[in-house]
């Protein structure tokens, strides 16, 4: 059952290299990945993770994790930097 996701997790991309994102999707989530989006051609899977997750993800083979992080722009009409 299929749940709302739980806003204390935290976001996370991972990247998984070596092998295809389908070969390592099914070991991400037992370590407690919920998956929000597989951008296979890529390698990338994106979702949320409780922070004993992220490190249990962590030591999985071929993989990196890395939080996802909010960008800022400056308003259209705030001076070039």
């Known amino acids: 059952m299929m749940g709302e996701p739980d806003a204390a997790n935290d976001r996370v991309h991972v990247t998984v290299q070596g092998r295809g994102v389908d070969d390592a999707l099914a070991e991400l989530q037992g370590a407690g990945l ?7 051609d890529l390698g990338i899977v994106t979702g949320r993770a409780a922070p004993d997750a992220v ?5 999985l083979p071929g993989v990196t994790v890395e939080p996802e992080s909010d960008v800022q722009l400056p308003p259209p009409e705030a001076p070039v930097q």
């Open 34 to 40: 919920e998956v929000d989006e597989t951008l296979g």
């Open 55 to 59: 490190e249990r993800i962590r030591g």
